[in-house]
């Protein structure tokens, strides 16, 4: 069972404020790992992914990837109100070619 | 620009009848999906395809059908054996990358759905 669990929240947190995400992995086979934001009625939108040990840095964005604890996050700086979304973590198996997805956090940006 | 296109973005659809929803995608990727979303919840798999001509069922495959003739095409085929459709059906796309140890990952893309409704 490849299973890949995250905090339902929903999260709240002000303005200019950093939010974290977070999420767990099953499977170590698990290859690379992505985090999409999901507006309303919208489609999920590839935000960051990474594949390696550590963090990876995009403007406001971290992601953070630690394989020995099956684990993956998301910060979030100075976080806005147009911030406000479900964001969904994702994993990957090469083998198969295979996406595993969570059931997603809401976050909400309080102004 | 590349992306992946869906159609139509709204759907209606009476008891008993059949409707196919278009995904077509002009990245040049092998493997394409779909999805169904329900309120509040998290993405379920049902069918994908890695290469032209072949496909797979996926966790609830029931009550639906698709096709893969095309590279560029997925339509997935919402059937009247499908008993509770109303939901938000999205497509994506990636590389395909099984047994190909080249690679060392893989993203996803999604296109921009198609809202489902039963009347």
């Known amino acids: 069972q490849k299973e890949v669990e995250q905090n339902s929240g929903p999260l709240s947190v002000p303005e200019g404020a950093i939010a974290s995400l977070n999420c767990t992995y099953s499977d170590r086979g698990s290859q690379s790992f992505f985090w999409y934001r999901q507006y309303s009625g919208k489609s999920p939108e590839l935000i960051m992914f990474i594949y390696s040990n550590g963090d990876k840095e995009d403007g406001r964005f971290t992601a953070q990837l630690n394989k020995a604890s099956q684990y993956v996050s998301l910060l979030i700086r100075d976080s806005q109100p147009s911030d406000s979304a479900t964001y969904l973590c994702a994993v990957n198996i090469l083998t198969g070619n295979q996406f595993y997805f969570g059931t997603g956090t809401s976050l909400t940006v309080i102004p | 620009d590349g992306g992946i296109t869906q159609s139509p973005k709204y759907l209606f659809r009476k008891e008993g009848q059949n409707v196919t929803l278009s995904c077509e995608q002009n990245l040049n990727h092998d493997a394409m999906y779909w999805y169904r979303q329900d309120p509040g919840q998290g993405l379920r798999l049902i069918y994908y395809s890695q290469i032209v001509n072949d496909f797979q069922k996926g966790d609830i495959a029931e009550g639906y059908s698709v096709s893969r003739e095309k590279k560029e095409s997925f339509p997935l085929t919402v059937t009247s054996a499908q008993k509770n459709p109303t939901a938000f059906y999205l497509c994506?796309?990636?590389?395909?990358?099984?047994?190909?140890?080249?690679?060392?990952?893989?993203?996803?893309?999604f296109g921009p759905g198609t809202r489902l409704t039963v009347l």
């Open positions: 994506a796309s990636s590389r395909e990358t099984s047994g190909r140890a080249r690679w060392i990952y893989n993203e996803q893309f």
